[in-house]
């Protein structure tokens, strides 16, 4: 476009001398050829007033809107920028911020469990399919050390959602100086309610005593478990309580309002 409207006003300068010159070598009255200088004048705002809406009537296609469409589409070539995925955190970093307090009865966020982790009604389960299994000779696991007969449970088995949360809370509690203490994962059934997350592998319930409860809330919310909930019943058994989502990413935790 640039070159067509330079090439137009070379013309025009060319044309516009040549009528200069005929006008002053004609045999005509003194004075005659600047008498016609309004005239030129005005033809040459005509014309730039003709180019300037000749050009702003045109798209960003450079077609002339209502113009038909010439049957060979404009190819526009855009170059694509590929931005390059956030690495993951190191497994022994916070993933949120490491709250000053996380008082008795406190839970993150302040909705229902099964608004925020998603309730087992909603979500498909296979047991094959999505169990996992975490070991780590750091922490202790009260299925390792429950001497009661009959008993199946086996707190090593996690939702596959669940390993990232729970191999990063160990890794914060061991840096601390504490020892994890993980008393329920996984149960089909027994002790829990009916709709209770752990029939899915998706909560656990921890303590610490190095590091005490509040601290240990502080930590499982650092390191993005999607639910966390301080549990002080009065009658006792106090501990952490934490689930997540299953279809979360394990590397960006849902930022839940407080």
């Known amino acids: 476009m640039l ?3 330079q090439e137009f006003f070379r013309e025009l300068k060319r044309l516009l001398l ?17 008498l016609i200088l309004p005239g030129l004048a005005l033809l040459v705002s005509a014309l730039m007033v003709g180019t300037g809406l000749y050009i702003g ?3 960003g296609t450079g077609q002339i809107p209502g113009a038909p469409v010439s049957e060979e589409p ?30 008795r009865g406190t839970r993150l966020p302040s909705f229902k469990e ?18 996992v299994a975490v070991f780590d000779d750091r922490v202790w696991w009260e299925s390792d050390n429950d001497d009661r007969s009959g008993d199946t449970e086996d707190d090593h088995l996690v939702h596959y959602s669940l390993e990232e949360s729970l191999r990063r809370v160990i890794e914060l509690v061991v840096r601390e100086g504490g020892t994890l203490e993980v008393h329920d994962a996984y149960r089909a059934s027994g002790v829990h309610s009916r709709k209770s997350l752990h029939k899915q592998g998706r909560a ?9 409860l509040e601290r ?13 909930y301080y549990e002080a019943p009065t009658r006792g058994g106090h501990h952490v309580h934490a ?9 960006v935790p849902i930022m839940w309002p407080k």
């Open 57 to 59: 009537g045109r798209d």
């Open 114 to 131: 099964g608004t925020t982790s998603v309730s087992i009604d909603e979500v498909p389960f296979d047991p094959d399919r999505d169990l």
């Open 18 to 34: 040549r009528a200069w010159g005929t006008a002053c070598s004609a045999d005509l009255p003194p004075g005659t050829p600047f």
């Open 216 to 228: 240990l809330s502080i930590l499982a919310w650092a390191a993005g478990f999607d639910w966390v």
């Open 74 to 103: 404009v190819v526009i070539e855009k170059k694509v920028l590929e931005e390059e995925s956030p690495s993951p955190m190191p497994i022994d970093q916070p993933v949120r911020e490491v709250l000053s307090k996380f008082p």
């Open 243 to 251: 689930s997540v989502r299953p279809d979360r990413d394990p590397y």
């Open 204 to 212: 656990v319930d921890l303590t610490c005593d190095e590091l005490g």
């Open 3 to 5: 070159l067509w409207i």
